[in-house]
Structure formats: C-alpha cells, structure tokens
C-alpha cells in the first residue's frame, strides 16, 4: 500500500523535527524583519520613513549605500535648445533650409514650420573626448570630460509650466511634491543650521510656474524649498535691535516649551510641526544663513573664476547665486536648485524660449549660464566635492531642428532633447541615446523623465518605487508608476 503521507508530511509528524524547522523558519522572519529595517532587504513594499515631529529634517539612512550626498540642478526655464547647444546634427547643416521630410503634416506649438534650419553657433570638438559642442557655452563646453550626456531625454508636454512641471515634480499637474522635497523627506539632512533643500531664483525673477517647482506638495510642509538668491537673501533672520540677546534667548525657550506641550496634544498635525522646526531652524540660521551667504568671505581669485564682478549686472547675479550654491553645498544643504531664466519678462527676453529670434535671445542668455556653471563645476571638482556630489543639467523640453514659418528661432519640441549629469556615480565623458539625424525625435536609448528621477534617486540610495507618501487613498511616488534607473549611465563601481 502506497504511504498516505510524503516523506516531508512524516517528517512533520515527528516533534523534535517539527520544533527543529519551526525555530529556523522564526530566525528567517527575524533576520528579514531587521534587514528590511535598516533598508538591506528590498520585499517591493512601499517605504515610508519614520518622520519625528520634533525633528522632522533629522538625517535618515537612504535604502541601500548612495553615491550621491548631495545635488545641485541648474534648471534653463524657457526650453534651451539641444541643438543649439549638446546635440551636433551634421545633417542639418547639410539639408539647412530644405524641407523636412513629413514637415508639413507637423503640427506644433505655435503652429506652422518653415525648413530645416542649422544653428547659428558652430560646433566645435571640444576636451580629451573630442565631444562637439557649440560655441554658445564654450566655457561648459569645455568641461565635457566630466560629463555624461542623456541625448534621448522626452517629456509629456509641449507647453512650459505642465512640462517645467513634470522635470521639477514628476508631473505635468502642479501640486505635486518637487524632487528636492522627496530627497528631503526621504533622507533628511546632516545640517542642523540651514535647511536641507535651498532653491535659488534667477537674478531677474521666478520660473513661470514659480514656486510650484520647489513645492513639497502634499509632502509634510517643512520639506518645502526655502527660496532666496545671492541679492535677495532670507528675510527678517536679523534680530531686532530692541531686542537683547539674553531675552531672545528667554522668549524662544519659553516659547520652545509651549510648542512641545502643543505638539504633545496634537502629535499628527505636521502643520504645526513643519511651523515649529521652521521657526527652530529659523533661530539658528540668525548665524548659519548669513555666514554661507557671506560671498566676501571667498577669494578674489574665486570671484573671478565665477564672474561675480562682471559689468553684465546679469551674469554676475546669476555668478554669485552659483557661488552661493557651492557654499550651501558645503555647509551640508542636501539639495539646491539654481534657475536660469525667468518669465516675468517676457517670450524670448529674459528664457529661452527662442520662438522669433533665437540668435539675438541665445546671444544673451548664453553668456550668463556659461561662465558660472562652468566655473561651478570646476570649482566643485577641485574641492573635490564631485567624488559625492551630483550636478544635473535640465530644462523642460528641446526644439525643432526647422525655424517657425516666418521667424528665426525654433517652436517647441518635447520629443527629444538633452540633458547631463556630472559628479559622482556617473560615467565620464559618456552620451547615452540618441535623436534622429534632424534632432527632432529620440530614437536610440529613449529616456523619460520617470527615468531620470528614478537614476537620481538611484544615486542617493534610494529605490524610486518604494519611496512613497500615503495620499488620498494612493501610494504617491515620483516617479508615479513609471520610471526605469537608466543603468547604462552609471559608473561601474555604482
């Protein structure tokens, strides 16, 4: 007669084996439980950390060990075009002036297209890598070694605020957290004196959504980007001169006292806890903010690598906001966000929205991006701050390789355009993916920005699908429910 039950099924039967599988199979539990805590173990659940209301920027450990300690994204509001720039199209200046081949049946932004039209920059091979670039930025040009290009970036939106929207948050819809406020709630920050993500506006204004692009959304407030540049630095930090420092000691401990018992009572209002950190942080910044911001305190030498006291009013602002991003950086704040490019002045005038008369609105702006960023990035790498430090280069969408019909300059283009990084866990130089022979659309390698936030997060330890805030009966993330880490792109040690 065949045995009713297996082997395993008698095994079971007999109590020392029984005991015996039943205590190893408890030491599994326990040994996934406490992988899973200190971030080793990677089950696929959705990760929240643990935010003390009382300390809710202290530092937190990322998922598994990063690359990265830090960003800095230099953000070109107005759609900088790639093929004016990164992307060397050698058919283009062959075919100038021809018509694209199923051009007529485009329909963009501003509507009609006149024909293929090359940049009015030369492109020049440029660096060890014999990279071209174009003469518009020939400082960052120059810095092509230590950079890795992503020529195949897309975007959702052919229109600025959704698309500047979706590179800054993750969505074309506002109201969404920014992705220095995910680092920040994430990850927290070593800093104590200054707060963990810093935007700083161009000299001439804000992004034409504005603060949404450093917003954290639904995200607890104090993970907002606390916004200020090298001119216009944190307000009312100073102490009143009525005030003498033994009784603002006083009133903030006395004050301190009452907030813990408040918070006490109400535990789950992060309202009131972002606005208690806030006014904490605030107090010790009094010293902290107004030393990083104190730009005397460098070199003339420094100065004069980044172009602080160039008699164009707008390159040196936007120079000293690039100095003051490195100081940030140094002083431990974990994300800073640098805009080029403002709105309030205008289509073309004050961006780069090159719509009519691309040369004369590029012949402007390019000189105002070109030495500071440069300069920042050979600052950074001669500290040697690149080896954990990550610089990103973005902007909303690219352009057309053909001039709108009757214009000089190009519409806009979310199908195709350039982005780089440089710094740690990156490959250098390196170009990853590829527009077709126009520039037009990517074609090799295509990338989404879902992928790009994931590769950032990536860097900074962080799974991008497993880093999420409970909203509105949804797991938001990021990335949404998309994104790839484009590992093509990583440096082999990462």
Same mark, same amino acid.
């Given at each position: ?31 996934? /439980? ?12 959705? $990760? ?11 530092? +937190? ?5 990063? *690359?990265?300690? *830090? ?9 900088? /075009? ?131 692009? $450093? ?23 100073? +102490? ?56 005397? *305190? ?17 390159? &040196? ?7 003051? &991003? ?139 699908? *497993? ?28």
């Amino acid at each position: 007669m065949k045995p009713i039950l297996s082997s395993i099924g008698r095994r079971l039967l007999q109590r020392r084996d029984f005991l015996a599988d039943l205590g190893c199979g408890l030491g599994g539990i326990a040994l996934a /439980s406490l992988l899973t805590e200190q971030g080793l173990a990677d089950d696929g659940k959705p $990760w929240r950390p643990t935010i003390r209301s009382e300390s809710p920027l202290a530092a +937190r450990p990322p998922h598994f060990p990063p *690359r990265v300690k *830090r960003i800095v994204q230099i953000f070109c509001s107005g759609a900088c /075009s790639h093929l004016d720039t990164w992307d060397y199209k050698p058919s283009l200046i062959e075919r100038d002036g021809q018509a694209m081949p199923g051009g007529d049946k485009l329909v963009t932004f501003q509507g009609a297209n006149g024909g293929l039209a090359k940049s009015p920059y030369v492109f020049r091979q440029r660096g060890q890598c014999g990279k071209y670039t174009s003469d518009l930025l020939p400082r960052l040009g120059a810095c092509v070694d230590e950079m890795c290009f992503i020529h195949s970036m897309t975007a959702k939106s052919n229109t600025h605020g959704p698309a500047e929207s979706q590179m800054n948050t993750g969505f074309t819809m506002e109201g969404f957290p920014s992705m220095g406020a995910w680092v920040g709630y994430a990850l927290g920050t070593d800093n104590r004196d200054l707060p963990a993500f810093v935007a700083i506006p161009d000299p001439r204004g804000v992004p034409q959504i504005g603060p949404a692009n $450093w917003s954290n959304g639904f995200l607890p407030a104090v993970f907002q980007g606390t916004a200020f540049n090298a001119d216009k630095p944190i307000p009312n930090l100073a +102490r009143p001169a009525r005030l003498t420092p033994r009784s603002e000691r006083d009133a903030s401990d006395f004050l301190k006292l009452l907030n813990d018992e408040h918070l006490k009572r109400n535990p789950d209002d992060t309202e009131l806890s972002a606005r208690i950190a806030s006014y904490e942080l605030a107090a010790r910044m009094q010293l902290s903010a107004s030393e990083a911001g104190d730009l005397a *305190r460098e070199t003339k030498t420094v100065h004069n690598l980044y172009g602080t006291t160039h008699k164009n009013p707008l390159l &040196a602002g936007f120079a000293r906001n690039c100095l003051l &991003a490195r100081r940030l950086l140094e002083r431990g704040v974990r994300f800073v966000q640098i805009f080029n490019g403002a709105y309030a002045m205008g289509e073309g005038v004050g961006n780069w929205d090159g719509h009519r008369q691309l040369k004369i609105d590029y012949d402007r702006h390019g000189p105002i991006l070109d030495r500071p960023a440069a300069a920042l990035l050979t600052d950074l790498k001669s500290r040697g701050m690149l080896d954990d430090t990550l610089l990103v280069w973005s902007t909303e969408f690219g352009r057309m390789p053909t001039f709108q019909k009757g214009a000089q300059g190009r519409d806009h283009n979310p199908k195709g355009f350039t982005v780089w990084l440089a710094g740690a866990g990156v490959k250098k130089p390196y170009s990853h993916g590829a527009t077709d022979e126009f520039g037009h659309q990517a074609v090799e390698k295509v990338a989404t920005i879902y992928d790009f936030h994931a590769t950032i997060l990536h860097l900074m330890g962080l799974h991008h699908d *497993r880093l999420t805030f409970y909203h509105n009966g949804n797991e938001r993330r990021l990335t949404d429910v998309h994104g790839t880490v484009i590992k093509d792109i990583l440096d082999p040690v990462a």
